[in-house]
């Protein structure tokens, strides 16, 4: 199982970031994919999950209608898009497969 993590930046409070996830080495389109994140100095915390086939999408209420996950399975990819951002965004955002996660993608928020 490989997870690699990109679309992480600086952006400005308010702005907006799109992160994307490619991964192999599994049947992607049978899984549920989800996002976690770390905060700096805090532990993971779920943000979003999508089911096999896109129909079932569930969020933490602390990014429930700012942040959407969605997912191309021609491409192995899962992604997260981010808008009106807020300083408590900041973290490390991981995609996870059972248990397995990437390196991770620094997103940080801050004028």
């Known amino acids: 199982v490989q997870l690699v993590e990109s679309g992480g930046g600086l952006v400005q409070p308010g702005g907006s970031l799109r992160l994307s996830c490619v991964a192999s080495?599994?049947?992607?389109?049978?899984?549920?994919m989800m996002w976690v994140r770390q905060a700096p100095g805090k532990g993971l915390e779920w943000v979003s999950e999508i089911n096999r086939d896109g129909s079932i999408k569930n969020y933490a209420d602390s990014v429930k209608g700012r942040f959407t996950i969605s997912r191309d399975d021609d491409r192995y990819t899962l992604y997260l898009q981010m808008n009106n951002l807020k300083s408590e965004d900041t973290a490390v955002y991981y995609c996870?497969?059972?248990?397995?996660r990437g390196r991770g993608t620094q997103v940080t928020v801050s004028s």
């Open positions: 080495g599994f049947p992607f389109s049978d899984h549920t």
């Open positions: 996870v497969f059972n248990n397995n």
